[in-house]
């Protein structure tokens, strides 16, 4: 049995549950705290993932620790669930999947976050700086120094990218990457392919969930026909056993669910 580890607001998360759900992948589910208790940096987590990053999918002495990866084990496990693509199509669906991951998804939503929510402006950076500190005490007696380094680093890019510069010319740098994706995307008779899902349907899927959640739907005016796609995407019942978030839930951070 497979076990993933995942949070509920992670959009990643979100991400490799469309995909295993929608591949009718059997696994067990266990949910993570990121933001109060911060499992992720939890010694346990760390020895599934150095990264200490989510999700991670662990069946037996294999282990993912990358959404991208977990995708590519739901296509593997779907059958005939999923679209059998010809090698034209199958390359267009990797071709959308790797622009997909282009887009650094966390600078568009905390970006906005920050321009919209004053609070915001402070919170996020003290809340990087926190990360940072307890991270650089914690390294002294670290099983796995390295990834601690790794993790110190990562936060202090985005403390800097966060602190530094006009977020607004950089918010609206990451919309204009946004645009340009979307733009590219097939016109959808159905689904992105066709009548059956493939990888690409999974990560448009949730981008547009994100969209929504962080009110940037305005991007999609490059795509009239998106919003007739994103309604139909929404009825399959991979999308509610998913749990894909179409607007922000605090209550469910603070409740740690």
């Known amino acids: 049995m497979m076990t993933l580890y995942h ?6 998360s979100m991400i490799a549950r469309l995909g295993l759900w929608e591949a009718g992948a ?9 933001h109060i208790a911060k499992e992720q940096l939890a010694p346990w987590y760390v020895a599934i993932n150095p990264h200490m990053t989510v999700p991670s999918l662990v069946e037996g002495e294999r282990i993912w620790r990358d959404s991208r990866d977990i995708l590519g084990v ?10 059998a693509a010809d090698v034209a199509t199958g390359e267009k669906v990797d071709s959308i999947v790797a622009a997909h ?22 919170l996020f950076p003290r809340m990087l700086r926190r990360i940072v500190h307890d991270l650089q005490a914690e390294l002294p007696n670290a099983s796995d120094p390295d990834a601690v380094r790794s993790k110190i680093a990562v936060n202090s890019e985005r403390l800097d990218y966060f602190t530094t510069g006009r977020l607004t010319d950089k918010l609206e740098a990451e919309r204009e990457r946004v645009r340009r ?40 005016t490059v795509r009239p026909d998106i919003g007739d796609y994103f309604m139909r995407v929404q009825t399959l019942p ?3 056993a998913a749990d894909i978030w179409t607007r922000f839930q605090l209550h469910r951070i603070l409740l740690r669910r």
Do not use: C, N, Q
Not at 7 to 12: I, L, N, P, T, V
Not at 74 to 83: C, D, F, K, T
Not at 190 to 216: H, N, Q, S, Y
């Open 7 to 12: 949070a509920s607001s992670s959009y990643y």
């Open 26 to 34: 059997t696994f067990d589910s266990h949910r993570m705290d990121i």
């Open 74 to 83: 739901a296509a593997e496990r779907a059958g005939s669930r999923w679209l």
């Open 101 to 122: 991951y282009d887009i650094p998804i966390e600078r568009l939503t905390f970006a906005k976050a920050m321009t919209r929510i004053p609070p915001a402006r402070w």
């Open 181 to 220: 994706f979307l733009s590219t995307l097939p016109m959808p008779a159905e689904l992105l392919f066709g009548a059956k899902p493939t990888a690409a349907d999974i990560v448009v899927t949730v981008l547009l969930g994100r969209l929504k959640m962080i009110g940037e739907w305005t991007l999609t």
């Open 238 to 240: 991979a999308f509610a």
